[in-house]
């Protein structure tokens, strides 16, 4: 994650892009990229888009989590440790013994 | 981010959910998460929003960076190589002498 | 249509909320309505969805034309006619002598 | 709102495109156009976006209420009645001497 990171942000500071990065629109933005990567599945299975779309796929993908990057950074949180935080959480909200049910 | 792969992978073999995880229906829980994210911003400023549910937008953040890595497994690809080659792509397209200039 | 907007507006002024309706909000309030029909349909198949979340189904569509009808007297702009301009300029994109093939 | 429902299914009748039209998928265009709305709204402020965007705007706000009469189509429900009865249900939710509160 720290290499993300690292090279993430040296790629915006190269282009002095910090100074427009709100946090409401770098939301919007990440809302947007997932809405790319999900166009990748309309009208088709995940096996279609998989075989017709993968390049795109992981494009948008990879767009997602550079944004989730910069929010982060703006915010002044470690995104690492935001998901263990998230799994302890989610843990106890789906313990292990209700194994095989389905994920909401 | 290996840690963090090793730890949402297991959360989920612990609960046997892979079974459930197509890709069509990932890619529509990340654009769900990335709603819920941006719902805290609604009607509001990014101020607003950082001190009214600062918490709240950390635990959607991790969410969406959970389905990420979940969706990257299922498609056996390397969330941080795609990054790497995704900066790489947008270094061609916005070289860094149209530093300042904003963003898309 | 006519109705639908005279009802919509009514509801908005009597509680004095236009004044908090900036444009911009209200197409990420469309989003976030969007993805709460969507969530419907998350994980199940659109049969299994349609048997369980008909009700709520109905209501995030309602939302969704809620917004859109605030948007449109926000711009001064007559929904009607514009889908109706968009049928048009579609019809020139998809000729009907392509029937049959798949729309994206 | 009759004639728009006229107009939008016969415009997918004559390119016999119903046969494609399942709902999961229609939710998922919906979410996809109001995502190609709310990006005209990206790094911008409303009065920004109206200016340099309003055709793209307003073609977006079509595409929706397209497909949200599609999707009514599908599920044989009437919208109008729908935002009516959402409309009674909210004003429960809101009273009108509530009013000048902010909405969620």
Redesign the interface.
């Given at each position: 994650?720290k290499?993300?990171q690292q090279?993430?942000l040296a790629?915006r500071d190269?282009?002095?892009?910090k100074q427009?990065h709100?946090?409401?629109?770098l939301?919007?933005?990440?809302?947007?990229?997932?809405?790319?990567?999900?166009?990748?599945?309309?009208?088709?299975?995940?096996e279609e888009?998989?075989v017709e779309s993968?390049q795109n796929?992981?494009?948008e993908?990879?767009?997602?989590?550079?944004y989730?990057v910069q929010?982060?950074d703006k915010?002044e949180?470690n995104?690492?440790e935001?998901?263990?935080?998230?799994?302890v959480?989610?843990?106890i909200k789906?313990p292990?013994n209700?194994?095989?049910?389905?994920?909401?």
């Open positions: 994650m290499e993300i090279r993430v790629f190269e282009r002095d892009w427009y709100n946090e409401k629109d939301a919007i933005s990440i809302s947007l990229e997932a809405n790319e990567l999900l166009e990748n599945f309309q009208w088709r299975t995940s888009a998989i993968k796929i992981k494009e993908m990879a767009d997602i989590l550079i989730l929010l982060a915010l949180i995104l690492e935001e998901v263990f935080d998230k799994l959480k989610n843990a789906y292990v209700r194994s095989g049910e389905k994920v909401k």
